[in-house]
C-alpha cells in the first residue's frame, strides 16, 4: 500500500507561482506512473498532469497546457507539481495519485484517467485571488 501526503497549497494572487509536493511512504514510487488531479467545489475531479514511471514521459491538461508542469524524483520518492501563472480558475483541492497496476509496462506509459489510479492523497488546497 502506498500512502500520499501532499503539501504546499496556500492562497495567492493571480499570476504567482506555486510548487505542490507529493511525499510517498511505505512504497517506493519509482515503479508507480504518478498524477494529479483536482477539484473546484461542485465540480467534478479533474486531471491536471501526469508522468511516468521512469520520468521520460510528462502529459498536461489543456487547462493547465504551458503553465505548469510535473516531475518526480525516485529516490526521495517525490513528485511535484510547478505551476506558474496562477489564475482564479486554478483554485481547487490538488491531489496526488499513484498508479500502480499500469495497463502498459512501457517506460513512457501514462494514464490520465481517475479511475487508472489506485492511491491518493487527501488533497492541498490551492486557492487563487483576482
Known amino acids: 500500500q502506498v500512502q500520499l501526503v501532499e503539501s504546499g497549497g496556500g492562497l495567492l494572487q493571480a499570476g504567482a507561482s506555486l510548487r505542490l509536493s507529493c511525499a510517498a511512504s511505505?512504497?517506493?514510487?519509482?515503479?508507480?506512473?504518478m498524477g494529479w488531479f483536482r477539484q473546484a467545489p461542485g465540480k467534478e475531479r479533474e486531471f491536471v498532469a501526469a508522468?511516468?514511471?521512469?520520468?521520460?514521459?510528462?502529459y498536461v491538461g489543456d487547462s493547465v497546457r504551458g503553465r505548469f508542469t510535473i516531475s518526480r524524483d525516485n529516490v526521495k520518492n517525490m513528485v511535484y507539481l510547478h505551476m506558474n501563472s496562477l489564475k482564479p480558475e486554478d483554485t481547487a483541492v490538488y491531489y496526488c495519485?499513484?498508479?500502480?497496476?499500469?495497463?502498459?509496462?512501457?517506460?513512457?506509459?501514462?494514464?490520465?484517467?481517475?479511475?487508472?489510479?489506485?492511491?491518493w492523497g487527501q488533497g492541498t488546497q490551492v486557492t487563487v485571488s483576482s
Open positions: 508522468i511516468s514511471w521512469s520520468g521520460a514521459n510528462t
Open positions: 495519485a499513484a498508479d500502480v497496476n499500469p495497463v502498459s509496462d512501457s517506460y513512457l506509459y501514462i494514464a490520465v484517467t481517475s479511475g487508472q489510479y489506485d492511491y
Open positions: 511505505r512504497r517506493p514510487i519509482r515503479s508507480y506512473g
